[in-house]
């Protein structure tokens, strides 16, 4: 079963434009980590973010902010003022402490494209 | 500090034959995570490996297998080659102390096509 769902497979955006990823996701474990990833065209995936379980609190860093809700099981990604730079897939990943050595669980993951 | 890299970056093989890919990890990272990525079945976890041990393990058959070296780094091998093992294969590595799970960084990967 998919634990972690992205469901916008694509969404574009003009410059300047603000946009939201959504990530929902699913787990029993009380102890647990999520992650976002960016995948530029190049292929590389570049580490954006670590939240644990225990963190709730919001966070920013630049343009981009994360709102971890424990409540609604949900992780979601908002760029502000996106640029052509920004254009890439993103992907939310969950690691549970029951199945953690290693394992990133990774949900289907977001394009996005911002044009100018 | 150098990221992680991995070696070939393209390969093409023929079914039924086999392939060792190779990953050297961020200096002091001695945990090494292996990453399928295919467009049907997105980002999935092969393995990982610390310590020269095999710690966890995907849902893949015995064909893929892995191995890491006394220096971290790691090989993965694939055997007798289907047409479906196409895919860019993703290592990653991390930092590993007790129970905490900390980020991975990703290598460019290895794009391997099966014909």
């Known amino acids: 079963a998919q634990k972690v769902t992205q469901a916008q497979t694509e969404i574009s955006v003009v410059e300047k434009e603000d946009v939201t990823l959504d990530c929902v996701y699913e787990?029993?474990?009380?102890?647990?980590?999520l992650f976002w990833y960016k995948q530029p065209p190049s292929g590389e995936l570049v580490f954006l973010i670590r939240?644990?379980?225990?963190?709730?609190q919001n966070e920013i860093s630049g343009r981009y902010s994360w709102n971890f809700q424990k409540s609604t099981s949900s992780f979601n990604f908002t760029i502000t003022a996106s640029q052509v730079v920004d254009s890439a897939v993103y992907f939310c990943?969950?690691?549970?402490?029951?199945?953690?050595?290693?394992?990133?669980?990774f949900g289907a993951g977001t394009q996005v494209v911002v044009t100018p | 500090k150098a990221g992680v890299t991995q070696t070939p970056r393209y390969l093409i093989k023929t079914r039924g034959q086999q392939v060792t890919l190779s990953c050297s990890p961020i200096?002091?990272?001695?945990?090494v995570s292996w990453y399928q990525q295919t467009p049907g079945q997105g980002l999935q976890f092969l393995f990982e490996y610390f310590s020269e041990t095999q710690r966890n393990k995907g849902n893949f058959p015995g064909r893929f297998s892995g191995r890491q070296f006394s220096n971290s780094r790691s090989e993965m091998n694939v055997s007798t080659l289907e047409l479906g093992d196409s895919a860019l294969y993703l290592c990653?590595?991390?930092?590993?102390?007790?129970?905490?799970?900390?980020?991975?960084?990703f290598g460019p990967g290895t794009r391997l096509t099966v014909t």
């Open positions: 990943a969950l690691s549970e402490l029951t199945d953690s050595w290693g394992k990133l669980q």
């Open positions: 787990t029993r474990d009380t102890t647990y980590y």
């Open positions: 939240r644990n379980s225990f963190d709730e």
């Open positions: 200096s002091g990272h001695r945990s």
């Open positions: 990653a590595s991390s930092l590993a102390y007790g129970q905490v799970t900390y980020e991975q960084y």
